[in-house]
């Protein structure tokens, strides 16, 4: 029975969380100044590395690895209880929900969708995004030059999914008509394409 309560133990042991002592001051200011960025491992570590201690952010069970598809190559981190916000903000600034202005506020709001705890977080090492700072102190989002032609946010999809059928339907209708008025007139047939935020009907006539 006392091997039994032994085997109890150590599986209790290994299943606790490891924290390490030495980041607890980090932790508490980071959380009660509601900073609303991702760090580097040398911004959490830098002093202890300095006084000779070997030790690595994923040695502590706060910590979390950030890992983004457009995020350039120096790791990030965020505290294991905050959330990621970059993929909505990028949503929210190309379907014009959000004009990337006072990018704390923003945070805010998504925060009260979730919870209404300080929940959200930016990473900084996101390539898609411009990030500026005002004499005011307020930072603001916008879409890097490269942004806005990679990929269609899933609203996009939908508003495409939803008129593509009566754009077809209307271009196919008016070939017809122009036909009829003038069969010299040769109409190429339509096509259908995105072009960043607007849908566009090109039609050749007359070749």
């Known amino acids: 029975m006392s091997h039994s309560g032994a085997v109890s133990s150590s599986n209790l042991f290994l ?10 001051s980090w932790v508490e200011a980071y959380i009660q100044k509601q900073r609303r960025f991702t760090f580097t491992e040398e911004e959490v570590l830098k002093s202890l590395w300095e006084e000779g201690e070997d030790v690595r952010l994923r040695e502590d069970s706060r910590f979390q690895v950030v890992l983004l598809p457009h995020q350039s190559a120096i790791p990030h981190w965020r505290l294991s ?35 209404g ?3 959200h977080v930016f990473c ?25 032609k990679e990929e269609l ?11 593509a059928p ?28 995105f072009q960043q935020k607007t849908i566009v009907i090109l039609r050749y006539q007359r070749l």
């Open 81 to 115: 209880r905050h959330i990621v916000a970059n993929q909505a903000l990028y949503e929210l600034l190309v379907d014009e929900h959000w004009d990337g202005q006072d990018l704390y506020s923003r945070l805010g709001l998504l925060d009260k969708e979730v919870s």
């Open 166 to 193: 009566e754009l077809l339907l209307v271009a196919s209708q008016s070939q017809r008509a122009r036909y009829r008025e003038s069969k010299s007139s040769i109409v190429m047939p339509c096509y259908l394409f």
């Open 15 to 24: 299943e606790e969380s490891s924290q390490l002592p030495e980041l607890d």
């Open 124 to 148: 900084l090492h996101d390539e898609r995004f411009v990030l500026s700072e005002d004499e005011q102190g307020l930072y603001s989002l916008s879409l890097s030059a490269t942004e806005g």
């Open 117 to 119: 705890t300080y929940l």
């Open 153 to 163: 946010t899933l609203e996009q999809k939908n508003i495409i999914e939803r008129v």
